[in-house]
């Protein structure tokens, strides 16, 4: 009889057990109610802003772009003429008025030659001596010159060019089909230009990341993004170091769908419901079509278009949960009009009656469980 008892406490305690873990049922993610609890109001969640999606938030967020270049590197154009500088190589041609002078010879009364700056920014001239050249531009290295060769030569002049720079140029590397340094020209080059001028990226506009590294500053954007947003299209600056990589744009999926993980775009551009088609839709015994969410980080100024409510308690950078509610008919033009940005969060939470199903399957567990127990109870002597 003892033995008897004590068999049956052995299973009522695997069963209490299991029951009290349901609470903490295992999950693919948050809850409905723990993205947007109940009792708590969306001013008192800490963590992120929580934002429905309608079409007033589709328009204000389609007005707001990331812009990672033109915020950190913008610049003017570069002033207008070749600025020399260490280590740049120049063309320098002298002429003199007439025969008998300094530079006379069977071609003429003229020479040419090649200078490269030294490192205390001169150059060497054939009866001129050393002329600082560095940090100037080329008519006044001309200027110099033929102010030292006055009085020696006859009537000298001076042409000056650039034929190599090394101060005043920019480096691509990467995923192009021309690496190397090249010279910023007088016109200016934008960081699209620089691309071409390197031969122009292998990859597809959207699966190019690029890199633009200035000084200790440094910032990328898929390459489709500089296309778009001709302000991010910046400037190159001498020194400038671009590089790109193949690095395609995808967001990541978890819960109720049948592909979570990462998952690439594969198009220029993709909406919100093109992102739920390309995780395999929702799975219909576990989603919750109310409880679609998107995790991204907003600037502070569209989020005060979307909640003039928002108290900035997060920064210029704030973390946004959009909610959509596919039960919504109307949210399907919602989804489709919102755009997905590369390494956004989609999330389908499970529906009550999947954590039910959960709940049951854990009770029918249990009541095996203790059958077995007493089946083994009735076995012993």
């Known amino acids: 009889?003892?033995?008897?008892?004590?068999?049956?406490?052995?299973?009522?305690?695997?069963?209490?057990?299991?029951?009290?873990?349901?609470?903490?049922?295992?999950?693919?993610?948050?809850?409905?109610?723990?993205?947007?609890?109940?009792?708590?109001?969306?001013?008192?969640?800490?963590?992120?802003?929580?934002?429905?999606?309608?079409?007033?938030?589709?328009?204000?967020?389609?007005?707001?772009?990331?812009?990672?270049?033109?915020?950190?590197?913008?610049?003017?154009?570069?002033?207008?003429g070749q600025i020399v500088g260490v280590g740049d190589v120049l063309a320098i041609q002298l002429f003199e008025a007439g025969q008998?002078?300094?530079?006379?010879?069977?071609?003429?009364?003229?020479?040419?030659?090649?200078?490269?700056?030294?490192?205390?920014?001169?150059?060497?001239?054939?009866?001129?001596?050393?002329?600082?050249?560095?940090?100037?531009g080329t008519q006044a290295v001309e200027r110099k010159i033929v102010a030292a060769l006055e009085g020696r030569a006859i009537q000298p002049q001076a042409l000056v060019q650039v034929t190599e720079t090394v101060s005043r140029s920019f480096v691509v590397n990467g995923e192009v089909n021309s690496p190397g340094r090249f010279p910023v020209t007088a016109a200016g080059d934008r960081v699209l230009d620089a691309i071409a001028i390197a031969g122009g990226s292998k990859q597809e506009a959207f699966q190019t990341r690029v890199t633009l590294v200035r000084g200790s500053s440094q910032a990328s954007a898929i390459m489709k993004t500089l296309i778009d947003n001709p302000a991010?299209?910046?400037?190159?600056?001498?020194?400038?170091?671009?590089?790109?990589?193949?690095?395609?744009?995808?967001?990541?999926?978890?819960?109720?769908?049948?592909?979570?993980?990462?998952?690439?775009?594969?198009?220029?551009?993709?909406?919100?419901?093109?992102?739920?088609?390309?995780?395999?839709?929702?799975?219909?015994?576990?989603?919750?079509?109310?409880a679609l969410f998107l995790f991204r980080y907003e600037p502070a100024s569209a989020v005060r278009a979307m909640r003039p409510d928002y108290n900035g308690r997060f920064g210029e950078r704030v973390p946004v949960v959009y909610r959509v509610n596919l039960r919504d008919?109307?949210?399907?033009?919602?989804?489709?009009?919102?755009?997905v940005r590369d390494r956004d969060v989609l999330y389908v939470a499970n529906a009550k009656l999947s954590e039910l199903q959960k709940f049951l399957q854990i009770l029918a567990s249990a009541r095996n469980i203790a059958q077995t127990a007493q089946t083994v109870q009735r076995m012993q002597p």
Do not use: W
């Open 100 to 136: 008998g002078g300094l530079f006379s010879s069977d071609i003429g009364a003229r020479v040419q030659f090649t200078q490269r700056v030294d490192s205390d920014g001169s150059i060497t001239v054939p009866y001129a001596g050393r002329i600082m050249a560095a940090g100037t």
């Open 232 to 290: 991010d299209n910046v400037f190159v600056q001498p020194s400038d170091r671009i590089f790109l990589t193949k690095d395609p744009e995808q967001f990541l999926a978890f819960g109720a769908v049948p592909k979570p993980g990462p998952i690439p775009f594969d198009l220029e551009r993709i909406s919100l419901l093109e992102a739920v088609g390309k995780a395999g839709g929702l799975l219909d015994e576990r989603s919750d079509p109310g």
């Open 1 to 80: 009889m003892h033995s008897k008892h004590a068999s049956g406490a052995v299973a009522f305690a695997v069963v209490a057990g299991l029951l009290s873990g349901c609470s903490t049922l295992p999950a693919t993610g948050p809850s409905t109610e723990q993205i947007d609890p109940p009792s708590v109001s969306n001013d008192a969640i800490r963590d992120y802003v929580l934002v429905d999606l309608n079409q007033r938030v589709v328009d204000i967020v389609s007005q707001y772009r990331a812009a990672p270049f033109s915020k950190r590197f913008a610049a003017a154009r570069p002033a207008p």
């Open 329 to 339: 008919p109307a949210a399907y033009f919602y989804a489709k009009a919102f755009v």
